[in-house]
């Protein structure tokens, strides 16, 4: 009977164990819609840490004599591996939340760099965070050091077992540790979305982008296309090869730029340099996805999300074919975190936001001072791609105010969508404009270099962002959370130097993001890629539909009557649709699936799920 007391507490540790673990999954399976199938998975993968616990333990009660020294090692050891627990799933729901995806293994040190961030979006003072930190574990450690001086079993177990049982339990215990730990390694879990599994081995057998995956089956077909496509291209002999430089804002909102309309001139500086420079502001412009690495993907295949494969037909590959040269000066982390590097192929040089000094990704100081190192144009082509972060949510926090305030970053702004209407939170708004203010500044001055260093004697201009940035609207905040419109739209500047274009002064309604790459290419009077799906903008006839696509969402804009342009998406998860009329409901204020007749509505849900069915998975 005195044994009985020593297993009850031994459950009792296994079940405090477990409680987060279960509340972390109830909420991965309920609220982020993973698999069941995954939680099984994860309590055994769990169990490891559980299992190394209770064996230092017992081997510290057997060789340390001292009841609070044993005490005090034994707090520490549950206590560290709990918070790494715990730290472990913070990061995953953030990874869900922003992008849809679990955090991977070497994303995971971009969290920590951007604590300054964090700081600002919890309002505390940077140096306060590691001893935010610090007391939070110490706590922990306190509390295990309460609960084990009541609750301790290995001492009484101790006392009541002969040296041969530790030692057999001990050797069985590392035994299955070992047997586990090698059959984890294999990554089974990860085919069932075990979240573990996921972060120590991302599926590496797809393309994978922020929390999506390729079809391999469809993929691979594609990338026959791609391969024959490249078989038979054909480099320019005679073109006249412009310098082309690509500036892309991440979050840029056309209805927040001053050139675009917006009440407040956020764009001062673009302003002027469109009325000196030959430019084409474009209006309507789609993007094809609502986060940074699908939308980027898109931009540079020509290609909606259904089209992505493994081998894809970038821009960079055919401007290399054509003898340019390729600069890419990026602030963010596009190595890991988006894992685009790759993609970009055999590129003349690569700086991202993990080469900056001092740790911080996003910020375009960094690119400003990455430029300056490059040496004069030596008069041979080339494509400078610019990313910059200053109208992200978490760029470099400000050392003095913006002109509008109040201003509060709205990292931890609510991200559900309540249908029409929404109010934009002002303070919300305010930092958002500070940081397009920003994003002016720092293209005028990327600009101004260029000119200096005699880049934009004969040059291509093209400013554009990956995706649009909600701030309250339809009860929305951030991005890669819908398809709304404030999500979307994006702008589209083309700036000529030194030559007169042959573009239209008047563009085509609604414009997409695969048109881009196209468009860069016909100014050049280069050859464009047989597999890019998108049109020249050089060109006035409409697709009949593009096609957009974020995790769960989908849909298509239908430009067959130039009179109503509909807008049709549909969450995959509820199953509810809905219908807007773009011309007159720029914002997605009226749905109106319920008076749409039933055959157009029914063709346009046929025509949405069989052109983004079979392309990006969400995972």
Not at 430 to 443: E, T
């Amino acid at each position: 009977m005195a044994s009985v007391p020593v297993f009850r507490r031994l459950a009792l540790d296994v079940a405090l164990w477990y409680c987060i673990p279960i509340l972390f999954m109830t909420t991965y399976v309920a609220v982020f819609s993973e698999p069941a199938a995954a939680v099984i998975p994860h309590f055994l993968a769990v169990a490891l840490p559980l299992l190394m616990i209770l064996l230092s333990r017992l081997m510290l009660s057997r060789f340390v004599p001292s009841t609070v020294l044993n005490r005090l090692v034994a707090s520490f050891l549950i206590s560290i591996p709990l918070a790494l627990l715990c730290m472990y799933y913070t990061l995953v729901l953030i990874g869900l939340v922003s992008w849809g995806g679990v955090v991977s293994w070497d994303v995971i040190p971009t969290f920590f760099w951007q604590r300054q961030v964090a700081a600002d979006v919890l309002h505390l003072p940077t140096p306060l965070i590691p001893w935010a930190l610090l007391l939070v574990f110490l706590g922990m450690t306190h509390a295990c050091w309460l609960y084990l001086r009541r609750f301790d079993w290995t001492i009484p177990l101790i006392d009541r077992v002969s040296d041969w049982t530790v030692a057999a339990i001990g050797l069985g215990g590392i035994a299955a540790v070992a047997i586990y730990a090698i059959d984890f390694s294999f990554g089974y879990g990860a085919r069932l979305s075990e979240p573990i599994s996921l972060t120590i081995f991302p599926p590496r057998e797809a393309l994978a982008l922020e929390g999506y995956t390729a079809n391999p089956i469809n993929a691979s077909l594609i990338d026959q296309t791609q391969d024959l496509a490249r078989s038979v291209y054909v480099p320019s002999a005679s073109a006249d090869r412009k310098n082309v430089i690509l500036i892309v804002v991440d979050a840029l909102r056309p209805d927040h730029m001053g050139i675009y309309g917006y009440g407040r001139d956020t764009t001062p500086n673009l302003a002027r340099i469109s009325k000196e420079i030959p430019a084409r502001i474009v209006t309507g412009t789609h993007a094809s996805c609502g986060d940074t690495a699908c939308a980027m993907f898109s931009l540079f295949s020509s290609k909606f999300p259904n089209e992505f494969s493994f081998h894809p037909f970038f821009l960079h590959e055919a401007l290399r074919r054509n003898g340019y040269r390729i600069h890419l000066i990026l602030s963010g982390d596009h190595t890991r975190f988006f894992g685009l590097k790759m993609f970009y192929g055999g590129v003349d040089s690569f700086y991202d936001g993990n080469q900056a000094d001092g740790g911080y990704l996003n910020d375009d100081q960094q690119v400003l001072d990455q430029f300056a190192t490059m040496s004069n144009w030596d008069g041979r082509p080339v494509m400078i791609q610019f990313h910059l972060m200053s109208a992200h949510v978490l760029r470099k926090p400000e050392t003095e105010p913006g002109q509008f305030h109040p201003a509060v970053r709205y990292g931890l702004g609510a991200g559900h969508d309540i249908g029409p209407g929404g109010v934009p939170a002002q303070s919300a708004v305010n930092f958002y404009d500070n940081g397009v203010l920003k994003a002016d500044s720092v293209i005028n001055a990327l600009l101004a270099a260029l000119q200096s260093k005699g880049y934009l004697g004969n040059t291509l201009v093209v400013i554009t962002a990956d995706h649009g940035e909600s701030l309250g609207e339809h009860g929305l905040f951030k991005h890669a959370n819908s398809v709304r419109e404030e999500l979307l739209r994006i702008p589209l500047v083309l700036l000529f130097y030194g030559y007169q274009t042959q573009m239209p002064d008047h563009q085509r309604a609604y414009p997409s993001q695969i048109d881009i790459a196209p468009t860069i290419l016909r100014e050049l009077d280069l050859p464009i890629p047989t597999t890019w799906v998108g049109l020249p903008l050089q060109r006035l006839d409409n697709p009949e539909f593009s096609f957009f696509q974020e995790h769960a969402f989908a849909g298509l804009i239908d430009h067959r009557d130039p009179a109503h342009t509909w807008k049709y998406w549909i969450d995959r998860n509820s199953g509810e649709d809905h219908v807007f009329e773009l011309n007159t409901d720029a914002h997605e204020n009226r749905d109106l699936r319920d008076e749409l007749p039933h055959d157009q509505l029914a063709a346009l849900r046929a025509r949405t799920r069989a052109e983004t069915s079979s392309g990006l998975e969400v995972h």
